[in-house]
Antibody, heavy 121, light 109 residues
């Protein structure tokens, strides 16, 4: 059974840093495309970042240069390092597996339950 | 960047049909996927590749995509279908970015 479990959320001051983790089971993270998606309180879904199985990474403009997606193959875990956090980064952060074909990403087939990040002084 | 536009809300009586649109420039040339999200829960995939249904999703959920509009149709709506719905594509023309629609709240009257 595929499972994704996020952790690492919490309250952080503006300008601070936080690292989110997403522990996967039932499949191999390094063989898949993996993404982070966030949702601000009362708002819609916003794609944040993706890492391809080959290691290529891509980011939304809103987080480029501040967030870094990575993975630890030995732990089968996905990470999101978030630096220079702003109030507008406050959201529930979901990790999700991305179904892909012929090197192209398509849809998010499995999601974690999410972890809340609150940026406030 | 690529933009997907959805109506903020759709209201439908039980047993009737709800149609949720997702507008985007030449969206018919892309693969569109749809998610259902209930309060306090993670999104759930309900339609992928325009019109395919994952296992466990009722046949009442269907999708289509042509021109500048993709549509999610929910037939014989039930109270349990009340949720937010999001369309999604991948914009390879813009540095490999995921794009979600603005979201539609479906209310069952």
């Amino acid at each position: 059974e595929v499972q994704l479990v996020e952790s690492g959320g919490g309250l952080v001051q503006p300008g601070g840093s936080l690292r989110l983790s997403c522990a996967a089971s039932g499949f191999t993270v390094s063989s898949n495309y993996m993404s982070w998606v966030r949702q601000a309180p009362g708002k819609g879904l916003e794609w944040v970042s993706v890492i391809y199985s080959g290691g290529s990474t891509y980011y939304a403009d809103s987080v480029k240069g501040r967030f870094t997606i990575s993975r630890d193959n030995s732990k089968n875990t996905l990470y999101l390092q978030m630096n220079s956090l702003r109030a507008e980064d406050t959201a529930v952060y979901y990790c999700a597996r991305v179904e892909h074909s012929s090197g192209y990403p398509y849809y998010f087939d499995y999601w974690g339950q999410g972890t809340l990040v609150t940026v406030s002084s | 960047s690529y933009v997907l536009t959805q109506p903020p809300s759709v209201s439908v009586a039980p047993g009737k049909t709800a149609r949720i649109t997702c507008g985007g420039n030449n969206i018919g040339s892309k693969s569109v996927h749809w998610y259902q999200q209930k309060p306090g829960q993670a999104p759930v995939l309900v339609i992928y590749y325009d019109s395919d249904r994952p296992s466990g999703i009722p046949e009442r959920f269907s999708g289509s995509n042509s021109g500048n509009t993709a549509t999610l149709t929910i037939s014989r709506v039930e109270a349990g279908d009340e949720a937010d719905y999001y369309c999604q594509v991948w914009d390879s023309s813009s540095d490999h970015r995921g794009v979600f629609g603005t979201g539609t709240k479906v209310t069952v009257l």
